[in-house]
């Protein structure tokens, strides 16, 4: 009798040692699966959020090539750009120094219809004088490598490339 109760609770530590096996697995399956979830989230987030930056930013470099190099000082001034044309005037001295064109700016990516409804998450920050360039600021949302580097740089490189022809 002894035997046959110790083969018993073998075989029920094998089987219950498999479902703690099983569970494991099927838990780690659940969060490989949700972990990659959040990740293709946060890419869209990422890419949402770069559009917008690099729209406010095209409306700005549009803004202050028509202005001969003066920034936009509020929000409606930014938004009044509206509908933004597909190139500037304003050639940059170096290829590259900012965009000049809406491909060059967002590639195959789809401009926001609306500039307002687009930055509604982001902080927008303009100088009262309009000699310093708009601070676009994501607001803590992911975006693309090099979004926020990249804006300040063309904003930068506008400013003085248009002081340099001014004087």
């Given at each position: 009798?002894?035997?046959?109760?110790?083969?018993?609770?073998r075989?029920?530590?094998?089987?219950t040692?498999?479902?703690?096996?099983?569970?494991?697995?099927?838990?780690?399956?659940?969060?490989?699966?949700?972990?990659?979830?959040?990740?293709?989230n946060?890419?869209?987030?990422a890419?949402?959020?770069?559009?917008a930056?690099r729209?406010l930013?095209w409306?700005?470099?549009?803004?202050?090539c028509?202005e001969?190099?003066?920034?936009?000082?509020?929000?409606?001034?930014?938004?009044a750009?509206?509908?933004?044309?597909?190139?500037?005037?304003?050639?940059?001295s170096?290829a590259?120094?900012?965009?000049?064109?809406r491909?060059e700016?967002?590639g195959?990516?789809?401009?926001?219809?609306?500039?307002?409804?687009?930055s509604?998450?982001?902080?927008?920050?303009?100088?009262?004088?309009?000699?310093?360039p708009p601070?676009?600021?994501?607001n803590?949302?992911?975006?693309?490598?090099?979004?926020?580097?990249?804006?300040?740089?063309?904003?930068e490189s506008?400013?003085?490339?248009?002081q340099?022809t001014d004087?």
């Amino acid at each position: 009798m002894t035997r046959s109760n110790s083969r018993l609770r073998r075989g029920s530590t094998r089987s219950t040692f498999l479902i703690v096996i099983a569970l494991f697995v099927l838990a780690w399956i659940g969060t490989a699966i949700f972990g990659y979830r959040v990740y293709l989230n946060v890419l869209d987030t990422a890419r949402e959020t770069d559009t917008a930056m690099r729209s406010l930013a095209w409306a700005a470099l549009v803004y202050t090539c028509r202005e001969d190099g003066r920034f936009p000082t509020d929000a409606q001034q930014l938004f009044a750009m509206q509908p933004l044309p597909d190139s500037i005037d304003c050639v940059p001295s170096e290829a590259g120094d900012w965009p000049t064109t809406r491909q060059e700016l967002l590639g195959d990516l789809v401009f926001p219809d609306d500039l307002k409804h687009a930055s509604r998450k982001m902080k927008l920050y303009f100088s009262s004088d309009g000699i310093r360039p708009p601070v676009i600021d994501a607001n803590g949302l992911p975006t693309e490598l090099g979004t926020t580097e990249e804006i300040p740089l063309w904003f930068e490189s506008m400013k003085s490339s248009l002081q340099g022809t001014d004087s």
